[in-house]
């Protein structure tokens, strides 16, 4: 009995991989595993090598793993791309359509199962993907019954017919399989799960979720990889709830609509990628400037330009953090799992209305788009806090307007929505005063200026830091941000087990820096490492700057567009001079 | 009941004795309160140019937003509360140059939201560059040796984008114009009021007498049917827009909010924020 193993599915962009998996991973996930998914896929939409990738586990997990296990197969190029994955005894489940090949050098049993001539027999070659998922279930030994109500969700709504047929072609290559291999293998024979019921997700469905929880109606997007998700979600869910998305006509009109619409009330959010938050900084400076609460999630991939479109990368930081020209209040979040982008984006849109400053919540393609299981979302916990929000204003002398940005002790004034009787005020992003009126005072800029970049000062966030430090004196504090929290867990496993300690920070407030809670860590630890998916060290250069320690800390980076690995953050730790 | 004086502010604008922009500030004004407007159930937003700063001028709700987005911004203020009056306001600039995305994808849109330009062919707060307004051959401090560029048509472009309310006026005939920005508020959908504003100081061509020589008013012509889109377009190719009046309207052609699915009468900003457990129950099952 095993407690985790890896499986994969590739075959050309368009060929069923990604229904194969979401089948598959469905049933483990009901069955109560912990599962961790990543997707690796090319900017196009028919043809091109695709494979999803997944870690099965009987405990929590959140990192793909550096081996493999099984290997489903569509073509020889899949086996060629990822049999080096396999570890050695690994098997491949490949069509015998193609006459697949064991590459030379490669320990590896190879199950040729004729999964186009079995689908075509019932009629259709879209039903490989029943065929194949359904020989690596049997390999696997786990009870059909599960799978088989999987495929009745997937296909129920296409009536008895279809779903008939999908179990029969589940059926056929588990058969088939079990008669060459001489039934499930023991070698993978995974332990039972908990059988705890577990959510089972992508980031973006958490933070489309979270915002609706949060009191988002609105959200005004742009379409772009990988945040596309969150408007398709929340456009299946928001006209239940009042609400709607607008596709707009580019990022620019997106961010503004948003302004507008969280102006006149409305908890609105938008979201994009790297190229869309570049159009968007103008705008990010505007409801800086006339403290309009803004929520936008950038979630990450390969830049600069068009760069990397559907791969890892975090290398935004710095635009989300010194993006928009002039000085503003801003508050950048990373959350770093899927629980995370649920809380964080409630707190996002409670952030922006407490502060009335733009919030961003920064995400990468990994933790967007892979699918993995997560603890329940806690309905209790979810608490709605609109700020110095007024319903109505205080009846004013005629002339008068209301101060809306009335010069106060936090730096954060009463709010009135367009509509109300008394609260008729000026909004402008030109320096104004209390009332909003344009004003180019120095006495007043300076006031002004010093009410809003104060508003924010000693801002903590729920887990600015999320901090794992059983060591008192660690001989290494691994600092990460994003999905890499859980590939630095496996290598701090391994690193345990050869003597070498460590802490392990996540920083979650990424703006304002949390630098006094962070001083601490960074003096105890005799090294530190700092693991991000950028080239220029964005999160180390944030810490130097911030909390010194220069002379202390090295950077482990990747920008190639794949995750790290948890070898390569194994590796790299152990070289650390 | 608001009279247009209660539409009034203490602020003296900025702009220059004798611009066209004063004109269209008290047809708004005077607008507004024909309609029954209260001011604090109208929302000015406006772009940057001279023009822009007409929201605050107006004794309205007002936002002052960036450089040729005052149609999303404006766009969003409606949806959020489609209770409000929403007028959007800006100069030839804003929505015809940077901004002239938002201005076609605006009119696809058909929020039920008013968008006046005041049109002076001429960029006038960064005193005197080109415009997408300005005339072929017209000399400005950035064209020198004048436009080589050909002139913009918003008319044409907004009917070729499917506008459900197409009207040009001239900020000299007050009353024409105030009754087209009361026909704006009126139209179900977005509606599209270009207004000739003369710029009296960095504007030597398209001055008042200019306007008065060569514009024609739709009023001449007594067969004219504002409902017919060919023959709306037509006149405006005949006249090289050069034209004033309620040029097309489209009263079948239902506004953006009332066709969202799901979207209610009422403000969406006055709803309920919190999902009821049964909600929040059902969100997640699909994730099980």
């Known amino acids: 009995m095993i407690s985790q193993l890896s499986w994969k599915i590739g075959g050309q962009q368009g060929e069923g991989v990604e229904s194969t998996d979401r089948i598959f991973s469905t049933a483990l996930n009901r069955l109560g595993y912990y599962l961790y998914g990543y997707r690796h896929f090319s900017s196009r939409i028919k043809g091109g090598h695709t494979n999803n990738k997944i870690r099965i586990s009987t405990y929590p997990i959140r990192a793909i793993s550096d081996d493999l296990d099984i290997l489903v197969a569509f073509d020889q190029e899949s086996i060629d791309l990822n049999a080096k994955e396999l570890r050695s005894g690994g098997v491949i489940v490949a069509d015998a359509k193609f006459n697949p090949v064991v590459p030379e050098g490669i320990d590896a049993r190879l199950f040729a199962v004729p999964i186009t001539a079995m689908a075509e027999e019932l009629g259709t070659s879209l039903m490989k993907n029943m065929v194949a998922s359904g020989a690596s279930w049997a390999l696997l030994g786990l009870p059909l019954e599960v799978f088989n109500k999987a495929v009745e969700e997937e296909f129920g709504r296409k009536g008895a017919a279809v779903v008939e047929k999908n179990i029969e072609a589940v059926k056929r290559g588990a058969e088939f399989v079990l008669e060459q291999a001489g039934g499930p293998l023991n070698e993978f024979k995974l332990d039972e799960a908990d059988g705890r019921q577990k959510l089972f997700m992508i980031g973006n469905e958490a933070i489309g979720l979270g915002s609706l929880a949060a009191g988002c109606r609105l959200m005004s997007a742009y379409p772009i990889t990988p945040a596309s998700e969150i408007m398709e979600y929340l456009i299946k869910k928001l006209p239940a709830l009042g609400g709607t998305v607008v596709q707009t006509e580019d990022e620019i009109a997106a961010v503004t609509m948003a302004i507008g619409a969280n102006y006149a009330g409305v908890r609105t959010m938008t979201a994009s990628a790297g190229p869309g938050l570049s159009l968007m900084m103008e705008a990010i400076g505007l409801a800086g400037m006339t403290e309009t609460p803004l929520v936008i999630v950038d979630t990450q991939r390969g830049g600069p330009s068009t760069g990397l479109p559907t791969k890892q990368e975090q290398s935004d930081l710095n635009a989300m953090v010194y993006g928009t020209h002039g000085e503003i209040p801003k508050i950048v979040i990373a959350p770093a799992s899927i629980e995370d982008c649920f809380y964080d984006m409630i707190e996002a849109f409670n952030l922006s209305e407490q502060y009335q400053v733009p919030v961003i919540v920064m995400t990468d393609l990994q933790l967007s788009l892979g699918k993995q299981s997560c603890e329940p979302f806690d309905f209790q916990s979810i608490q709605i806090n609109r700020g110095k929000l007024i319903e109505e204003a205080p009846e004013l002398e005629a002339q008068q307007l209301f101060k809306r940005y009335e010069l106060t002790e936090d730096g954060v004034s009463p709010r009135v929505l367009p509509g109300a009787k008394h609260g008729i005020h000026h909004v402008t992003g030109v320096e104004h005063d209390e009332t909003g009126r344009p004003s180019e005072s120095a006495v007043n800029r300076q006031n002004m200026m010093d009410k809003r970049l104060n508003k924010l000062n000693g801002l903590q966030i729920r887990d600015g830091l999320r901090i794992d430090a059983a060591n008192e004196t660690p001989d290494l504090l691994i600092i990460g941000m994003g999905s890499t929290g859980g590939t630095i867990d496996q290598a701090r496993e391994w690193l345990a087990k050869d003597g070498i300690t460590s802490n392990h920070i996540t920083i979650r407030q990424i703006h304002p820096f949390p630098t006094e809670q962070l001083i601490p860590h960074l003096q105890q630890a005799k090294k530190v490492v700092v693991i991000e998916n950028n080239a220029t060290a964005q999160l180390a250069g944030q810490i130097k700057m911030h909390a010194g320690f220069a002379e202390k800390i090295r950077s482990l980076l990747k920008y190639d567009g794949n995750p790290f690995l948890p070898s390569e953050v194994y590796k790299a730790c152990k070289e650390l001079d | ?288």
């Open chain 2, 1 to 288: 009941m608001a009279t247009f004086k209660e539409f009034r502010n203490n602020v003296k604008p900025n702009w220059c004795p004798g611009c066209g922009d004063f004109s269209i500030q008290a047809a708004i004004q005077r607008a507004a309160a024909n309609v029954g407007l209260e001011p604090e159930e109208l929302a000015v937003i406006s772009g940057i140019g001279c023009s822009g700063r007409i929201s605050g001028y107006i004794n309205a709700y007002g936002l002052h937003g960036i450089h040729g987005r005052a149609l999303p911004i404006a766009q969003g203020v409606k949806l959020a509360n489609r209770e409000l009056t929403v007028i959007a306001s800006g100069g030839d600039g804003d929505g015809f140059a940077i901004g002239m995305g938002h201005t076609v994808h605006a009119i696809r849109r058909n929020l039920n939201i008013t968008y006046i330009v005041m049109d002076n062919q001429i960029y006038g707060l960064t005193k005197g560059q080109t415009s997408p307004r300005s005339a072929e051959g017209f000399k400005t401090k950035s064209t020198p040796e004048g436009s080589i560029e050909s002139t913009l048509s918003p008319l044409e472009i907004a009917m070729s984008a499917g506008a459900t309310f197409v009207a040009q006026s001239f900020s000299s005939d007050l009353k024409q114009l105030t009754a087209l920005i009361e026909a704006g508020i009126k139209h179900e959908g977005f509606s599209l009021i270009n207004v000739f504003s003369p710029c009296v100081t960095f504007n030597k061509i398209n001055t008042y007498d200019w306007f008065k020589q060569n514009i024609v008013n739709l009023e001449q012509f007594p067969d004219y049917d504002p409902s017919n889109r060919i023959m709306a377009m037509n006149k405006i190719m005949e006249t090289e827009g050069m034209l004033t009046g309620l040029i097309y309207q489209n009263t079948q052609r239902k506004s953006y909010e009332d066709m969202i699915s799901g979207f209610g009468a009422d403000a969406l900003a006055k709803q309920e924020l919190s999902l009821s457990e049964e909600q929040f129950n059902k969100l997640v099952a699909e994730f099980k």
